[in-house]
């Protein structure tokens, strides 16, 4: 009985790491949990991957320098790394594929204090020291630059480009909310605040291109409700709700007719509706 239930784990395993490449063949996903931290930590830490094969540095920063990315899981009690980059980071995987910064920092610090050698040019660090350590290792710096009301703004980190948006009268996130939300995949501009959250990003070439406003505000946060785009208006209605109420409509009658009718024949039928009924 178990060894059927193997079996079929571990055909789903193989068939799972086929997906993955199909979907981004610049890993080799052999190794499921290191190739997975190296994919975060170059989509969220605006990383350069490293040529297939490069010793010693998995990417490079913004700025050039290298960065050896380790990955572990939440048991693991030690990490080992090997010589030969400007930057350690370790990222820790939960189970459903969340994961938690431990260190990032100058690699010299943690072979000089917490680390010792081990063989083959390698080095085992505590987790627990890593951590430790961490509160008191100034990240490296990752330079921004964003074009913000006809202007570029630069800033060499995120708590400075927060700084320097509020210092211009824009609303700004938190930067715990800023850091969430990058963890998740956004843009840095949408995590900024300074784009749209990603659901709303298709409607964009509407508001940007033709001249069409969000109603009834821009939005800042992700929803689980639909947008409508209405084009007779030029507007893109957050809800379903949202529209109805402006047009005096309930609705049902939107979701009865929405798949046949446009909305302003929706609309002018209802009206046609009730006046029929004084």
């Excluded at 350690?88 to 994961?99: F, G, H, Y």
């Excluded at 700004?172 to 709303?200: D, H, M, Q």
């Amino acid at each position: 009985m178990n060894d059927e239930k193997i079996k079929d784990l571990v055909a789903s395993y193989l068939a799972t790491k086929d997906k993955l490449r199909s979907l981004d063949a610049s890993f080799n996903w052999s190794n499921l949990v290191g190739d997975y931290g190296e994919y975060v930590a170059i989509k969220n830490y605006n990383l350069q991957q490293a040529i297939t094969g490069t010793k010693g540095f998995d990417a490079t920063n913004s700025l050039n320098k290298t960065v050896q990315i380790k990955t572990i899981r939440g048991t693991t009690k030690s990490i080992k790394f090997s010589d030969g980059a400007d930057y350690l980071m370790v990222l820790s995987l939960r189970n459903d594929a969340s994961w938690e910064e431990i260190y990032y920092g100058p690699m010299e610090k943690v072979k000089k204090f917490i680390s010792y050698p081990t063989k083959n040019g390698e080095y085992t660090a505590n987790r627990s020291k890593l951590i430790q350590i961490s509160k008191n290792t100034a990240k490296p710096k990752e330079p921004l630059s964003f074009k913000v009301k006809g202007r570029i703004v630069d800033a060499d980190d995120r708590r400075s480009m927060i700084k320097k948006l509020q210092s211009r009268g824009i609303i700004v996130p938190g930067e715990s909310t800023i850091t969430a939300r990058i963890n998740k995949g956004w843009s840095e501009e949408r995590a900024f605040g300074l784009k749209v959250p990603p659901k709303y990003q298709d409607y964009e070439k509407y508001i940007e291109n033709e001249g069409y406003s969000w109603y009834p505000n821009v939005p800042t946060q992700e929803s689980d409700n639909k947008p409508l785009l209405s084009h007779f208006d030029k507007r893109v209605y957050l809800t379903q709700k949202v529209f109805c109420l402006e047009h005096e409509i309930p609705q049902w009658y939107l979701s009865e007719h929405k798949e046949e009718w446009d909305l302003p024949r929706i609309i002018l039928s209802y009206r046609d509706i009730q006046k029929n009924k004084k």
